[in-house]
Structure formats: C-alpha cells, structure tokens
C-alpha cells in the first residue's frame, strides 16, 4: 500500500467555516500584510514570513517543495469573516511509508482563539486518512512553544518524544522539538469525534 498522494492535484478542503486551497504565487497579496504587520506569528518557526522579502521565501519555499513532491501548502480562508487568514500544509510526505507530517501552520493574530484551528486540522486529518490513506500524521513544534503544544493535545494528539537540539533557530542556536502523533486507528476510534466536538457551535473550547 501506499499514499493516494497526487502533487499534481488541486486538493480543495472545505467546511461551513473554512476553505483550504493550494497556495499560489499570487497569494502574495493575500498574505503580506501578516508579514508586515505582525512578524511574531513566526517567532517558533524555523522558516519565517516576516516583512515582504520574507513572505516571497516562504511562499517560493512552499513551492518549490510541492514541485519535488515533498510538500503540499495550502491557504486558509475563513468564511465566518470572508478573508484569507493563514497557512497550513502536509510536509515530510512519504508515500511508501504511507506517513505525512502536518505543520508550518500559522493565523493572523484575530483569528486565533476562534475555533478555526478545529477546522482546519479536521479537514486536513479527515484528507490524510480518508483520502490519501496515510496511517500516521505527525505534528512537531518547538518544545518551547506551549500554545501550539496544548492546541495539538486539545485535538487528541500523542506525544512521543523530544528531539533534543535537532533543528536550528532563527535568531541562531538550536532548539528541541516535541513530536506528537495520531494513528488511523486513533482518527477513526476516537480523535474525529473528539474534534467535531470541539467544533460544535456551543463548544468552550
């Protein structure tokens, strides 16, 4: 067996509340004005967008991995507010291990705290074990990064380690990166409910 993965495919993954869609040269525009106005969105992340210079790396980065086949970005627009409010994608894809990891994911500042971060990972993890018929996505974050690493756990995500001083930081040194995972087994038993639960409109979380 093996992935379903087509990077030639224009995989278009939507919900009442949000539409992820292949991320474009284009979506410069559409993008910029985080990398502008609020360059902390990358303060935990290895590739950073910050300022207009940063935003085209970022973008020709995504792209450039898509051609080879390594990853697949999308652009996250939220319906609730009809405007563009980030990125997310499926990187490390592994098509005969039948493995993906999901991250690089970031919002602007207002859409946090929303619920729209419910949506997106449901979404991208209902496509990665329904669709691409992956059997492990994996989720890693800097060790530092608590906010993203409670968001992950919220979703039923299980840690597994930490990868001491693995990967370099941006403002130089390296960092230790907390790996954390859901099986197919776990989507099907119970991390697909636990997230549509979340993702009810009554929900606190």
């Known amino acids: ?13 939507e919900d ?15 993008l910029l004005p985080f990398a502008l106005n609020e360059p902390d969105t990358w303060k935990y992340s290895y ?3 910050r300022g207009e210079d940063g935003m085209r790396r970022y973008i020709k980065d995504a792209l450039d991995n898509r051609a080879a086949g390594r990853e697949y970005a999308f652009i996250v627009f939220d319906k609730q507010t009809q405007s563009y409010a980030g990125s997310t994608r499926f990187y490390d894809i592994l098509p005969a291990w039948q ?14 705290g929303t619920g729209l971060n419910k949506h997106c990972k449901y979404l991208m993890l209902q496509f990665a074990f329904d669709d691409l018929n992956a059997l492990r996505v994996e989720f890693r974050a800097d060790a530092r990064n608590k906010h993203s690493i409670a968001a992950m756990k919220s979703i039923g995500c299980t840690p597994e380690g930490i990868l001491r001083n693995n990967m370099p930081l941006q403002e130089g040194g390296r960092r230790d990166s907390i790996v954390l995972s859901v099986l197919k087994h776990e989507w099907e038993g119970r991390v697909k409910q ?12």
């Open 1 to 13: 067996m093996t992935l379903n993965y087509d990077l030639n495919a224009e995989y278009i993954l």
């Open 16 to 30: 009442e509340r949000v539409l992820l869609r292949p991320l474009l040269e284009s979506d410069y525009d559409n």
């Open 99 to 112: 493995t993906v990891q999901l991250g690089y994911t970031w919002y602007g500042q207002k859409y946090r």
């Open 47 to 49: 590739l950073s967008a």
């Open 194 to 205: 636990l997230i549509k639960s979340k993702m009810a409109p009554n929900s606190i979380f």
